[in-house]
């Protein structure tokens, strides 16, 4: 191979995998803005969770009145389960292609004599923070939004917060 193939070659190489990483960061984004919910007992209790599996909304329908507290408490655990797996399912499913990339790209060193294997000092980027707001809130309808330091954090309501 001459020495402008080679060259050629890398930097078809460092183009793939800047594409990847460009890939992985925009998938990381649409999985983190990833909601799911779930409906039990009759559409009585109703709970989203966001793309952690975490609930951010838990709503009761019609007739929650009929059931008694310990109904309540396996319908709200029930559905948060359901959301969380679909939720699981639908990250699994937006993620797959990166997988199925990365097994394809043939490492550096296989394809430049000489060249050290970088696999192992190459990360894949960290994933924004999963947002815990509820699915309507303006901070979900605003789109993506880069973590904001503690400090800057806005307070998190109470208990006694209309949101409830």
């Given at each position: ?50 793309a ?38 639908l ?30 000092e ?43």
């Amino acid at each position: 191979m001459s020495n402008e193939q080679a060259k050629d070659d890398l930097a078809a190489i460092l183009d793939g995998f800047a594409d990847q990483m460009r890939t992985i960061t925009r998938l990381q984004r649409e999985r983190a803005a990833l909601t799911a919910s779930a409906t039990v007992r009759g559409r009585r209790v109703t709970v989203t969770v966001n793309a952690d599996g975490t609930v951010i909304e838990t709503r009761f329908g019609s007739g929650i009145e009929d059931l008694d507290y310990p109904e309540i408490a396996k319908a709200m655990t029930e559905a948060a389960q359901q959301a969380s797996a679909e939720v699981a399912r639908l990250g699994r499913e937006l993620m797959a292609p990166v997988s199925q990339n990365r097994n394809r790209l043939p490492k550096l060193a296989d394809l430049v004599p000489g060249m050290p294997d970088l696999s192992k000092e190459l990360t894949i980027p960290e994933p924004p923070v999963v947002s815990t707001a509820p699915p309507k809130s303006p901070e979900r309808l605003g789109g993506f939004q880069e973590s904001i330091p503690d400090a800057e954090q806005p307070r998190r309501g109470g208990a006694t917060d209309s949101g409830w």
